[in-house]
């Protein structure tokens, strides 16, 4: 069997994420393959893909947080709010021209997308209307109409600002946020907000979670040196950690709920408090990962277990 664990892949452009667990599958040997927050094929960057046990934890990792380097176009709309889609035509015939909006404008307009904001996701995107896929929808000329949702974008810094042709002006901004923000439709939304139309250009993934970029790497260098983080190491790194005894372990991992320590909210990752309704990685007296928890009431309930 395959060892379980994740690997840290620095996605290429052009690729679907079902491309990279594809080829993360023949090189692990395994099909026991999943991805943790899909990267559009024009997006680089940070994919976290599990193998064999490690893919139980891809659920709980997609709930953090994600930074990422961004490129918006003002002056042009598209279908898709990125590169890859048809230039939508404004609808005056002519918005105001990107580069006579004073830069104080520009940051004043960006900071209206920081803070818990209300986000419609683009029309494609991966989410399920009436079990089918938006995307797949609007292709075939049904486009639904998404409700928005909560996101939270804690920061969103203006990096640079340069001319990108007549009356086109892209914006290099660094994006925090959570997951199931769309940073296409903050580059669509400031678009409308400004009367510019805008658009996503280029997109990077630098973190997912305790995640950066410094560790990932390229599908040819995986090929060449293989490297995953195995299982235990991964969860400490992602969840608080509560450790267990041997009674409690054995009871964990038979699904048994066991009774919350007075430690156990305060369970740590990487020296900082966790979140009390939050997962944590509970460990055995020999440090092996035995269940992931979350804690109810009085008691910690396993979410997933790991034992045999």
């Not at 580059?187 to 990932?216: E, F, Q």
């Amino acid at each position: 069997m395959a060892e379980s664990g994740l690997v840290i892949v620095d996605k290429s452009g052009g690729m679907t994420s079902h491309d990279v667990v594809a080829r993360i599958r023949r090189l692990a040997g395994t099909r026991k393959v999943g991805h943790a927050g899909t990267l559009d094929p024009m997006a680089t960057g940070v994919l976290v893909i599990g193998v064999e046990k490690a893919t139980r934890l891809l659920g709980h990792l997609t709930l953090t947080e994600k930074e990422y380097d961004a490129t918006i176009r003002l002056g042009q709309a598209t279908v898709t709010d990125d590169a890859e889609g048809e230039i939508v035509p404004p609808s005056d015939g002519q918005g105001p021209d990107p580069a006579a909006i004073p830069e104080a404008e520009l940051r004043t307009a960006l900071g209206a997308f920081t803070g818990q904001i209300s986000q419609v996701p683009p029309r494609i995107s991966a989410i399920k209307v009436d079990g089918e896929r938006a995307y797949r929808l609007t292709r075939a000329g049904a486009a639904p109409e998404l409700a928005a949702r909560h996101v939270t974008i804690t920061r969103l810094e203006l990096l640079g600002i340069r001319a990108a042709g007549k009356r086109l002006l892209d914006l290099d901004v660094s994006v925090t946020c959570s997951s199931g923000t769309y940073i296409r439709a903050i580059a669509r939304d400031l678009g409308a907000a400004l009367g510019t139309g805008g658009h996503l250009t280029a997109l990077r993934r630098t973190r997912v979670g305790p995640y950066g970029i410094a560790r990932a790497r390229t599908l040819d260098q995986l090929a060449a040196t293989f490297e995953l983080i195995p299982l235990a190491d991964a969860a400490a790194a992602a969840f608080g950690c509560v450790h267990l005894s041997a009674e409690e372990a054995r009871l964990v991992s038979h699904g048994v709920r066991i009774p919350a320590a007075d430690g156990s909210a305060g369970a740590t990752t990487s020296g900082r408090p966790a979140a009390r309704d939050a997962p944590v990685a509970a460990f055995d007296p020999d440090g092996n990962l035995t269940a992931l928890l979350i804690r109810q009431g009085d008691e910690m309930r396993p979410l997933a277990v790991f034992v045999p």
